[in-house]
C-alpha cells in the first residue's frame, strides 16, 4: 500500500526540498527540525511544521510519529542525531524509515540498525549529473542497483521515423525501451509497431552496460 502520511525529519536543503514535493505531489508532510526558523519558513507549506528535537522519544511520540506511514530523517549534519533519530524510530514500530547517509560509513550504521531504505543524495545528484555531462543524449539517469539502471535518452535524428521493431534495442544491446515521451503525451509499455521521433525521449531499463552501450551507439 502506497504511504500517504510522512514526516520529514532535518529541514535542511534537502529535506525541505523532499517535504515540498511530497505535498505538491498531495501528501500529508510533517516536517520536524530543531531550527525554529526552518520550521517557521515551511510553516504555511506543509501539513504540520514543528521545532523540535527528534532524539527525544516522548516528543517523537507526543507527536504521534509512529502512525505514519513513512518517516524520512533528513537529518544534515549530525551523524549521531541521525543515527540516534532512526533507532528511535524503529523501536518505535514506524512502519517505514527512510535514512540520508551522509557518507558511506554512516550508510552501514543506517543499514545495520534496520533503516528500510538509506539515500545517498549527493553521491547519487553526483552520479546522475557526471553521465549527463559526458552523454549528450543522456536526460536523466537512476541506478536501480549495482547492476541496473533506468535512464531517459533522448532521439537522434538518425532514429527519426524507425519503429522499435527496427530499433530492436533487445537483441542489439540487451535494454529495453519501456515508455516514449512524446509531446503528445507518454506511451507506456509501447508496442514493436510504435515509432520513436527526433523530439521523442526514451525511458530505457537494462543493465548498466547495455544502457551505455545503447547510448554510446546514438551518437556514434
Do not use: W
Not at 560509513?105 to 543499514?111: A, F
Request: proline residues 2%; glycine residues 6%; charged residues 25%.
Amino acid at each position: 500500500m502506497k504511504p500517504n502520511q510522512f514526516a520529514v525529519i532535518g529541514l535542511g536543503r534537502f529535506g525541505s526540498s523532499l517535504a515540498n514535493e511530497l505535498i505538491a505531489l498531495g501528501y500529508e508532510v510533517l516536517g520536524i527540525d530543531r531550527d525554529q526558523e526552518a520550521v517557521d519558513e515551511l510553516q504555511d507549506t506543509l501539513t504540520h511544521a514543528v521545532a523540535a528535537d527528534a532524539t527525544d522519544e516522548t516528543v517523537l511520540r507526543s507527536l504521534g510519529i509512529r502512525n505514519l506511514d513513512c518517516v524520512v530523517v533528513a537529518i544534515g549534519d549530525d551523524i549521531q542525531a541521525s543515527i540516534m533519530t532512526a533507532i528511535l524510530l524503529k523501536d518505535m514500530g514506524v512502519k517505514m524509515v527512510v535514512a540520508k547517509a551522509l557518507s558511506a560509513m554512516h550508510g552501514k550504521v543506517l543499514n545495520k540498525i534496520g533503516v528500510d531504505r538509506v539515500i545517498y543524495p549527493e553521491r547519487d545528484m553526483g552520479v546522475r549529473v557526471a553521465h549527463q555531462l559526458v552523454s549528450p543524449n543522456l536526460l536523466d539517469y537512476i541506478e536501480l542497483s549495482q547492476q541496473y539502471t533506468i535512464a531517459e535518452l533522448s532521439v537522434p535524428k538518425k532514429l527519426s521515423g524507425q519503429s522499435l521493431r527496427q530499433l530492436n534495442t533487445r537483441a542489439k544491446y540487451g535494454c529495453s525501451i519501456v515508455a516514449i515521451n512524446k509531446r503528445a503525451g507518454m506511451i507506456i509499455a509501447p508496442t514493436a509497431d510504435d515509432s520513436v521521433e527526433e523530439s521523442d525521449i526514451m525511458v530505457v531499463i537494462g543493465t548498466n552496460q547495455q544502457v551505455d552501450d545503447f547510448e554510446t551507439a546514438l551518437h556514434r
